[in-house]
């Protein structure tokens, strides 16, 4: 059973960075396409960024240009590198399975972003 622990979130201004970082357990995460997830309050878990087995990317419109995905074979991790950031990327903020590409792992606890104006 996989279990994905997220953290690195926190409170940051407008326009400041932050790096999240979530770390896989319980089995490998190499041969899957990996994605970072993100909820607001009252609104649905959307897919804001993706990365194939690969190492190709993909952003949502709302994220491109600014965050960044990665991830690290050697660490079993997959990471986050968010600048620029806007009230409006205030969140919980997930790791999981690309869901384009199978059924997701049980989600994680998440880490909570909140960037102040």
């Known amino acids: 059973q996989v279990r994905l622990v997220e953290s690195g979130g926190g409170l940051v201004h407008s326009g400041g960075s932050l790096r999240l970082s979530c770390v896989g357990s319980?089995?490998?995460?190499?041969?899957?396409?990996m994605a970072w997830y993100r909820q607001g309050t009252g609104k649905n878990r959307d897919m804001i960024a993706t990365?194939?087995?690969?190492?190709?990317?993909n952003y949502a419109d709302s994220v491109r240009g600014r965050f960044t995905i990665s991830r690290d074979f050697s660490n079993n991790s997959v990471d986050l590198q968010m600048n620029y950031l806007d009230p409006v990327d205030t969140a919980v903020y997930y790791c999981?399975?690309?869901?384009?590409?199978?059924?997701?792992?049980?989600w994680g606890q998440g880490t909570q972003v909140t960037v102040s104006s």
């Open positions: 999981n399975r690309n869901k384009d590409w199978g059924a997701t792992f049980p």
């Open positions: 990365i194939s087995t690969g190492g190709n990317t």
């Open positions: 319980g089995s490998n995460l190499t041969p899957y396409a």
